[in-house]
């Protein structure tokens, strides 16, 4: 009706009922918003048939208030995220996250700023392959994670082949572009969210041990974590206790 405002959609994200590519986007979210975004599932005859929401005919999506129907061609792969707010309704994970980041000012605070956390953020990618690779491929297998631990994670093994994918370079890049515990700058940034995400997932494989070679990522961790909306959001039933699809984790 003619003078009523009209009350501004929820951001909501649509994944699968797992953490995957998805939990950087909810941890973003909730950095700031607390608990005041959605999740919904997916169901997969639509996200293959409906190229408008799912353009990708993949997920997660997520969706804003201006829902703009996106005309891109489509490639048959499987997940992709969408989300959905105010202004976008999107598919593509790293997309989604940097809209995120630009909305909600975690992108730092000039180009410089904005530069380190995209490149804290392919770094993250970097090692989310080859982490996807010892959980789907090789099912986690103590061979695997030896193997993995070499290769990513050994101080001493930067020097080796590992595609641009070890701890190590991420930890001196957050102590070179960091300040007060943060990946970039001194405010939390998206890079923080995806920093948080992988700390964690490798906590949740070698705990202690991973903390001991990393006491700046394992206390990264925390600080991200005690930060009210995403100390909610852990909390809350929006947070999947599994990891990855194959329960491994």
Known sequence: MPGLAVPAMKPTVFYFPFRGRAEPIRLALAAKLGVEFEVQGIDYGEMKS???????????????????????????????????????????????????????????????????????????????????????????????????????????????????????????????????????????SIADATLYNMTDLHLRVWADKFAAEYPDLAAHHAQFAAIPGVKAYLDSPLCHAVANKNNLG
């Not at 995209?118 to 993250?124: C, H, P, S």
């Not at 970097?126 to 030896?146: G, N, W």
């Open 50 to 188: 409906n190229l408008e929401l799912y353009p990708f005919a993949q997920c997660p999506r997520r969706v804003s208030t201006l829902l703009r129907p996106c005309s891109q061609p489509c490639l048959q792969e499987v997940p992709q995220l969408r989300y959905a707010d105010d202004e976008v309704d999107i598919c593509q994970s790293t997309t989604i996250l940097h809209h995120i980041g630009r909305k909600h000012g975690m992108y730092g605070t000039g180009l410089k700023q904005a530069a380190a956390i995209d490149m804290i953020v392919d770094g993250v990618e970097a090692v989310k392959r080859k982490y996807l690779d010892l959980i789907y491929t090789d099912q986690l297998s103590e061979e695997a994670k030896a193997a993995y631990w070499t290769a990513h994670i050994d101080p001493t093994t930067t020097g080796g082949r590992n595609t641009g994918a070890h701890f190590a370079y991420l930890s001196k890049l957050v102590a070179k572009y960091g300040s007060g515990g943060w990946a970039v700058g001194s405010a939390v």
